[in-house]
């Protein structure tokens, strides 16, 4: 259930133009497929900043929690990273069904190696899931009469509050939760 006031195009647009001014660059030089770390120069601190931009731009929350500590959070310490900072056979299996089979993940890679596979297509994944959640009515007025004049924020059309989404840490929670449902990828703790 795609969001209908917000195109992936849009989506796109906006994932290039907070990439290029967290790293100073031209939108049009930077390939959605292009690793942050590796081929933009990214630092953890811009990560922050890339977020904090298409938060503002859609009016939403993404994830401010990586999924491995969503993951030790509810199975138990280990289960995603031993103790030597190894990722668990599990934990590459979810990362390859959230990143993509292609994304360079490998058994054997240390968690913080992870940063560096991640690329502007991940992140408008992101935005993207969290735009899909879009509730069904207004929180405030219960009204179904969702628009959006710039392509980007919806708003409600009966008492122009803004669209409250899901935040982006709630829906990776409920995506692991399906996800162990179907593929028991951690054994319980
Ligand atoms: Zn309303």
Not at 41 to 47: A, C, H, Q, R, Y
Request: net charge negative; aromatic share 6%.
């Amino acid at each position: 259930m795609a969001n209908p006031f917000v195109t992936s195009a849009r989506v796109e647009d906006e994932v290039k133009k907070a990439l290029a001014k967290a790293l100073r660059k031209d939108p049009a030089a930077i390939p959605l497929g292009s690793s942050i770390v590796k081929d933009l120069g990214g630092s953890s601190l811009d990560f922050l900043d890339i977020t904090f931009r298409l938060e503002q731009a859609f009016g939403i929350r993404l994830a401010h929690t990586v999924i491995l500590d969503h993951v030790e959070e509810t199975y138990g310490e280990g289960k995603a990273v031993t103790p030597g900072g190894e990722l668990t056979p599990a934990a590459v299996a979810l990362l390859k069904l959230r990143l993509g089979e292609d994304s360079g993940l490998a058994e054997g890679m240390f968690a913080d190696e992870i940063p560096a596979l991640l690329t502007g297509a991940h992140l408008a994944k992101n935005v993207e899931d969290v735009l899909a959640a879009l509730p069904a009515e207004c929180t405030h007025c219960h009204a179904k009469a969702w628009k959006s004049d710039d392509g980007a924020k919806v708003v409600c059309g009966a008492c122009g509050k803004p669209a409250v989404y899901p935040d982006g840490d709630a829906l990776t929670k409920r995506w692991l939760a399906d996800v162990q449902r179907e593929k028991r990828l951690f054994a319980a703790a």
